[in-house]
């Protein structure tokens, strides 16, 4: 399968604790975006990459958030100091830099903070 | 600020019969308008996008109908069948490429 990969796909924390989610693109995708789905909602943009650069944050990216692309490759989502209200689904999709751009979903990573 | 209103929330039709879901967008710089479908656990997958200077792009069921001058834009899912049964979002962007801006979707119930 050579589609976004997502990992965890499900995760259960506790209020207060610190989690990090990685995302795999398609192999050679340049940009790389994350984003949150609640229930009942369509996903809200958080941020994107173009190859290492972070080139913009959604609102919703509180200081608790914080993500990284190290070499353009995978990306790291991490939360500190979780909140219940940080329970979501968190996509991550990824995309060729072009004329035809196509935004690729992974099947995301469930998060339940108690 | 919601960008993007997607109406209906839920829509059950029957098999064979035409579904529609419609969209409305305030932003007069989006410029790229691509429909989705999510089954249960899994990630929204692309089906169809338009640009706003055609206002019809049809590939196979599924037909995308855009109205520049009202900001609207409807997918029309044509001999609906129950494998179609999923949640549909439409989105928004300024260019190809750059952040989504999503519906709030539509759960769409094709009955055998």
């Known amino acids: 399968d050579t589609g976004v990969s997502q990992d965890p796909r499900h995760k259960i924390t506790k209020r207060g604790q610190n989690v990090t989610f990685r995302c795999d693109p398609i192999?050679?995708?340049?940009?790389l975006y994350w984003y949150r789905q609640t229930l009942g909602q369509g996903p809200e943009f958080l941020t994107y990459?173009?190859?290492?650069?972070?080139?913009?944050k959604s609102r919703l990216l509180s200081d608790r958030f914080s993500a990284e692309r190290p070499k353009g490759s995978f990306s790291t989502l991490e939360i500190q100091r979780t909140e219940q209200g940080d329970s979501a689904m968190y996509l991550c999709?990824?995309?060729?830099?072009?004329?035809?751009?196509?935004?690729?979903f992974g099947p995301g990573t469930r998060l339940l903070v108690l | 600020q919601q960008q993007v209103k997607q109406s209906p929330q839920s829509l059950i039709v029957q098999k064979g019969g035409i579904s529609i879901i419609n969209c409305a967008y305030e932003?007069?710089?989006?410029?790229?308008f691509p429909w989705y479908q999510q089954f249960p656990g899994k990630g929204p997958a692309l089906l169809i996008a338009?640009?706003?200077?055609?206002s019809e792009k049809k590939e196979g069921r599924f037909t995308i109908s855009f109205n520049k001058s009202a900001k609207q834009f409807s997918l029309h899912i044509m001999d609906s069948q129950p494998g179609d049964s999923a949640t549909y979002f439409c989105?928004?962007?300024?260019?190809?490429?750059?952040?989504?801006?999503f519906g709030e979707g539509t759960q769409l119930t094709v009955n055998p």
């Open positions: 192999s050679e995708h340049n940009r």
């Open positions: 932003n007069t710089a989006f410029d790229y």
């Open positions: 989105a928004a962007s300024l260019t190809s490429g750059s952040r989504l801006t």
């Open positions: 990459f173009q190859n290492e650069a972070q080139l913009e």
């Open positions: 338009i640009r706003p200077d055609v």
């Open positions: 999709a990824s995309s060729v830099l072009g004329a035809r751009e196509t935004q690729y």
